[in-house]
């Protein structure tokens, strides 16, 4: 879901759990999607991304899942471990003259106990 | 392949000051986009650049401005600095910037006194 301010969402797993992130967006428009790690101290890092015309993609131990219908996107982590404790970003493109910027969500704080 | 690089990795400013960000982008990475990020407004954009040239802009006020050199390399100055600048302010590459992911540098982590 979505916060304000210093409030993220926060998600707390077992290590080994699997996780699941959910982004909501708002624009229709868009039609390609990010997800981004930000650990402390270091700028964002690509995990996977997904086009308008998918409705899944899988990379190594991530899997994305769109759904255009409902405008949300989730973030799957298989074999959750503790150097995924992070925050996650979902970001969009949208299409014409807005394709250049990247809007990103809140984040979310993922946090794996040992 | 070397990432994307930016300098200073700190900065300690006063109000009114004016500041230059640095950043190099990956090798090849012609698009060049500025985010600022800030625990209340999370990650906003900036600009764009493009073969020297601005593509988009974002919803910040004049005193923000960037550039960007013949090899890619790109500056962002911010002048007249208030209390609300001090962020982290990011750069990122990608090879064409339109519908393509960015690969994100460290940040600069600016603080106005």
């Known amino acids: 879901g979505e916060s304000v301010g210093l409030h993220l969402p926060t998600l707390s797993v077992q290590e080994g759990d699997n996780s699941i992130i959910n982004c909501a967006y708002s624009?229709?428009?868009?039609?390609?999607f990010i997800w981004y790690k930000q650990e402390s101290g270091k700028g964002p890092q690509f995990i996977i991304d997904i086009r308008s015309n998918m409705d899944k993609r899988q990379g190594q131990r991530v899997t994305v899942l769109l759904n255009k219908t409902v405008k949300h996107l989730s973030l799957q982590i298989a074999a959750t471990q503790p150097g995924d404790s992070a925050v996650y970003f979902c970001?969009?493109?949208?299409?014409?003259?807005?394709?250049?910027?990247?809007?990103f969500g809140k984040g979310t704080l993922l946090t794996v106990n040992p | 392949k070397a990432g994307v690089t930016q300098t200073p990795r700190y900065l300690i400013k006063t109000r009114g000051q004016q500041v230059t960000l640095s950043c190099s982008p990956i090798s090849g990475h012609r698009s060049v986009s500025w985010y600022q990020q800030t625990p209340g407004q999370g990650l906003q954009f900036l600009f764009e650049?493009?073969?020297?040239?601005?593509?988009n802009k974002g919803n910040f006020p004049g005193r923000f401005s960037g550039r960007q050199f013949s090899n890619s390399r790109s500056e962002m100055n911010v002048s007249t600095l208030e209390l609300g600048d001090s962020a982290l302010y990011l750069c990122a590459s990608s090879r064409q910037g339109a519908n393509q992911k960015l690969f994100f540098g460290s940040g600069t982590q600016l603080s106005v006194l």
């Open positions: 650049y493009f073969s020297e040239t601005q593509r």
């Open positions: 970001a969009e493109i949208g299409s014409g003259g807005s394709n250049y910027k990247l809007t």
């Open positions: 624009n229709s428009a868009s039609d390609y």
